[in-house]
């Protein structure tokens, strides 16, 4: 068969699209005019491929529409955990998410996270869900002394906490908790998986230190098992397994 | 002065987490509002006819009604949560579960509102 010649679709070409994006502002400056500490919503229409993610959009709006625009962002490629926001009503990274998946003939609404103080447009002030990681103690723990060579582990032991060793620190299961929004005391998601990822770490002498800190009533019996953050967590971490196991430990005694 | 903000666009989870503390809570008030009437009969044996008789009403029959839905649907979706924390596959099928939840609570609604509402307004 012989090559047909009318109008062949450039090899690799990328079709592009309009998309909307509705952002939720916070102003605490006061810049043109408005009160200091205003919040508001604005929409910004920018050209975009198919294989654009937010974070690409985002980016076209801050470097060429609106220098103003506020947002927190460094791999660009779901590592580091920066840019959690919350993208139409649900907490995900914009560099792990494609416009095309959020239907793009509506206006996407991109808010910051929600029960951390906003600091500007979409960067939340992340002390509070930091200091609940450091309250967990997320280190090694051990007693004696350092072995010369590496601490052994069989692959079994590996498994129990390999779920929770993924985790980037962004905050997006914290975030979505509907018990995190209303009592900012609770220690959140996050750090019970920081604290999972010791507890059931074979090589870990810290673990009753640990479920002690989780036993309070800040800690794992806060949860309401309502997935959010199962749900939201970009690295794909089974969160309330990792909440529910901490449970069990505590009302079983063992780890 | 802060413009509305969306809602949280959780699944099935979020919102049986909803549920369950509405109806916890509904439940827990009109208990207590029957925990108190009751004890009325020890205060003024008359009063207390008065308001029980009340309840006999086309009006308390819904009211009634609502309240055994609302433990229905607690005491299963309470035995989803429960399971949900106790099996891991309870954990990782809590979206299923919510699905039994509703249908049991659907039979189990089917099964008591036609005799409760018969024997409301059927004047037995
Ligand atoms: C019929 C049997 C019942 C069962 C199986 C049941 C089960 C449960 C369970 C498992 C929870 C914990 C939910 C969680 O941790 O997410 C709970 C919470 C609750 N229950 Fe019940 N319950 C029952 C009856 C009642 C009654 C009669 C009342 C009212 C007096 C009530 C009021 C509540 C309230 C207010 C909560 C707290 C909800 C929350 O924190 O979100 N429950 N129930
Ligand atoms: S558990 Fe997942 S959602 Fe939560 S901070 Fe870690 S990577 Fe982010
Ligand atoms: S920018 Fe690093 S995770 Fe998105």
Same mark, same amino acid.
């Given at each position: ?18 998309v ?25 229409t ?33 590592v ?6 919350r ?5 995900r990274?914009?560099?792990?998410? $494609? $416009? ?5 003939a509506?206006?996407?609404t ?24 450091r ?10 002394p ?33 018990v ?11 750090a019970?998986v ?11 002498e ?7 800190i ?17 749900e939201a ?23 | 002065?802060s ?5 949280y ?27 108190l ?16 008789g ?23 979706n309470?035995?989803?949560v429960?399971?949900?924390?106790r ?38």
């Amino acid at each position: 068969m012989t090559a047909t010649a009318e109008a062949p679709a450039k090899a690799g070409a990328v079709p592009s699209m309009t998309v909307t994006l509705k952002i939720l502002r916070f102003d605490p400056d006061g810049l043109d005019g408005r009160e200091p500490g205003s919040e508001y919503w604005e929409e910004f229409t920018v050209e975009a491929h198919a294989t654009d993610r937010v974070l690409d959009a985002l980016h076209k709006i801050k470097w060429d529409i609106d220098g103003t625009l506020a947002f927190r962002r460094s791999c660009a490629h779901g590592v580091c955990g920066s840019d959690a926001m919350r993208i139409n009503a649900r907490n995900r990274l914009a560099c792990k998410t $494609l $416009l095309k998946d959020l239907n793009p003939a509506r206006p996407i609404t991109v808010e910051p996270i929600k029960g951390l103080p906003v600091e500007k447009d979409l960067i939340v002030d992340m002390e509070p869900f930091f200091a609940s990681y450091r309250e967990i103690m997320p280190f090694l723990m051990t007693s004696g002394p350092t072995p010369e060579r590496e601490r052994l582990q069989s692959p079994e032991d590996r498994a129990k906490f390999d779920d929770t060793t993924k985790c980037i620190l962004c905050a997006a299961c914290t975030t979505s908790c509907p018990v995190f929004w209303t009592d900012g005391q609770y220690f959140g998601p996050q750090a019970i998986v920081g604290a999972h990822r010791f507890i059931f770490d074979s090589r870990d002498e810290g673990e009753w230190d640990r479920l002690e800190i989780l036993n309070d009533k800040a800690g794992v019996w806060k949860c309401r098992t309502a997935f959010n953050c199962t749900e939201a967590c970009p690295r794909g971490i089974e969160v309330t397994k990792a909440i529910s196991e901490v449970k069990r430990a505590l009302t079983t005694g063992t780890v | 002065m802060s413009p509305a903000t969306t809602l949280y666009r959780g699944h099935e989870g979020m919102w049986m987490w909803v549920v369950h503390r509405t109806t916890g809570i509904a439940i827990f008030f009109f208990l207590l509002v029957h925990v108190l009437d009751t004890a009325l009969v020890r205060v003024s044996p008359e009063a207390y006819n008065e308001v029980i008789g009340s309840y006999k009403t086309p009006l308390y029959a819904i009211i009634e009604a609502g309240l055994v839905a609302a433990i229905a649907l607690h005491a299963f979706n309470g035995l989803r949560v429960i399971a949900v924390d106790r099996s891991t596959w309870a954990l990782r099928h809590q979206r299923q579960l919510v699905w039994a939840v509703w249908i049991g609570f659907a039979i189990l609604m089917l099964g008591f509102l036609p005799r409760h509402l018969m024997h409301a307004f059927g004047g037995a």
